[in-house]
């Protein structure tokens, strides 16, 4: 018997171990692929809210791929929010150095406003 075949209809590489084939997968690809709490929040939707959506990310084997690029999106679009808010508030590295409570105060409002920004368009949609 071959130790390695390959299923012409699916696609699927097997490999023989002890008298049985495995699937063999590529599962390093997922643990390199962080789902952070973007993608938890995102997971936590489609299962309440989209169990088809959800189910069939699942079974295809595509759900940690989708989670982590929802992940990353989510934290760039945040970033990119902040960025642009804090520079259109005037909120500066000046102010910081000249009243770190009113700074604080102002990030915190930013960061607020962000994460409904993300929540809102990418992560509860």
């Known amino acids: 018997m071959e ?11 097997y490999e023989l171990v002890g008298d049985y084939y495995l699937v063999v997968g590529d599962d ?12 938890q ?25 989708y ?5 990353r999106q989510a934290e760039e679009l945040f ?8 520079e259109s508030e005037g909120v500066t590295e000046a102010l910081k150095a000249k009243n770190q409570m009113l700074w604080v105060q102002k990030m ?3 960061r607020n406003a962000a994460t409904e920004i993300v929540s809102n368009g990418l992560i509860y949609r």
Request: no cysteine.
């Open 28 to 39: 390093e690809l997922e643990e390199d692929q962080p789902i952070r709490v973007w993608g």
């Open 67 to 71: 989670l982590a690029d929802i992940d």
């Open 108 to 110: 915190n409002n930013l």
């Open 41 to 65: 929040r995102h997971l936590r939707h489609l299962k309440r809210h989209h169990k088809v959506i959800y189910a069939n990310l699942l079974t295809s084997g595509k759900l940690p791929e």
């Open 3 to 13: 130790k390695y075949i390959t299923d012409e209809h699916t696609g699927l590489k």
């Open 79 to 86: 970033l990119r929010l902040v960025k642009q808010m804090a």
